[in-house]
């Protein structure tokens, strides 16, 4: 079976949240992905809760589309685990992170996925990547009627410079 794989671009503050900073940040990412030959195009909108210096609750509205796959929209609900180590100043480090999470969606694209990565901070940037494993509840189906994966892969990069709400 072929599993979808896409890489990401994020922008914006993902997963930690370092000391000093606010409560809740944004962020913006992109990607395109490839499933048996054929391309799509995911944008996520994301808004960080840190509701403790180890644990975000990150909800990100989606989209994916392509010119095989329906229009699929909804939004992603993860519990983000993560710890950093920073140098006094705070200005360099690596941050890890992981957790569960649930996709609702339309076009029978809901499901439940796992995220991991690892950030390594440089003065003001942020550069890391990981991936996120999704699982869907239901066989999803392409616009010419194919069968897509029941499940997919999807590699992101983090570039951040950060942004507070």
């Known amino acids: 079976m072929k599993k979808l794989i896409s890489i990401l671009v994020v922008l914006g503050g993902l997963i930690s949240s370092p000391a000093g900073a606010q409560n809740l940040t944004y962020d913006l990412s992109g990607g395109i992905g490839t499933y048996n030959g054929n391309t799509y195009t995911e944008i996520d909108v994301g808004l960080n809760w840190y509701l403790t210096n ?9 989209t994916q589309f392509g010119s095989s796959i329906d229009n699929v929209y909804g939004l992603d609900t993860a519990a983000i685990f993560g710890t950093s180590f920073y ?7 690596v941050e890890g992170f992981a957790g569960p999470g649930l996709r609702f969606a339309n076009e029978d694209a809901s499901g439940y996925f796992g995220k991991a990565g690892l950030i390594f901070a440089i003065g003001g940037l942020r550069i890391g990547g990981g991936a996120q494993v999704t699982k869907y509840y239901e066989t999803r189906r392409d616009k010419f009627g194919f069968k897509m994966p029941d499940e997919e892969v999807q590699y992101f990069i983090i570039l951040s410079g950060g942004g507070n709400l």
């Open 87 to 93: 140098n006094e100043g705070g200005k360099f480090g």
């Open 54 to 62: 180890y644990l975000n609750w990150r909800n990100s509205i989606f």
